[in-house]
């Protein structure tokens, strides 16, 4: 059951999603386990990309039948390259929960100010189509 959604929790106990969401809202033990048991599938899955961000070894086994139909099995270790995308998606989600908690923007923020730290002046000049820009001939 980790990770299951309230529409799965619903199937599963014979109930509406709006039923399982009911019992989250008025039997805060069911909320408590439903939560657990997401974390808990939510840190085996962060484990599992973070293992395939950096690479990974794996054991595997190579089967050969032979031409009479032996079967030959022989252990082996597999090894996964480090994959990028998995690792721009750990990276680009760690700085947001870190901007979040430390309460800085996503991208840094510049002020621009006029003379003196007041508004900036500007000046627009409408010209006609086809018509010179101001000081052109």
Excluded: C
Excluded at 24 to 34: D, G, L, V
Excluded at 73 to 79: E, G, I, Y
């Amino acid at each position: 059951m980790l990770g299951w959604t309230n529409d799965e929790l619903g199937e599963l106990f014979g109930v509406t999603k709006e039923t399982i969401q009911d019992w989250m809202r008025t039997k805060p033990e069911f909320k408590a386990a439903i939560y657990k048991g997401r974390e808990g599938a939510d840190a085996e899955v962060a484990g599992a990309l973070f293992k395939r961000a950096v690479g990974m070894t794996l054991p595997d086994t190579h089967i050969h039948v032979s031409k009479d139909g032996d079967v030959t099995k022989v252990p082996l270790l597999k090894h996964l390259p480090p994959d990028p995308g998995s690792a721009r998606f750990i990276l680009a989600n760690r700085r947001a929960v870190k901007e979040r908690v430390e309460g800085n923007a996503w991208r840094e923020k510049v002020e621009h100010t006029g003379d003196g730290g007041g508004p900036i002046d500007m000046t627009v000049n409408f010209i006609k189509a086809g018509a010179a820009a101001p000081g052109k001939k």
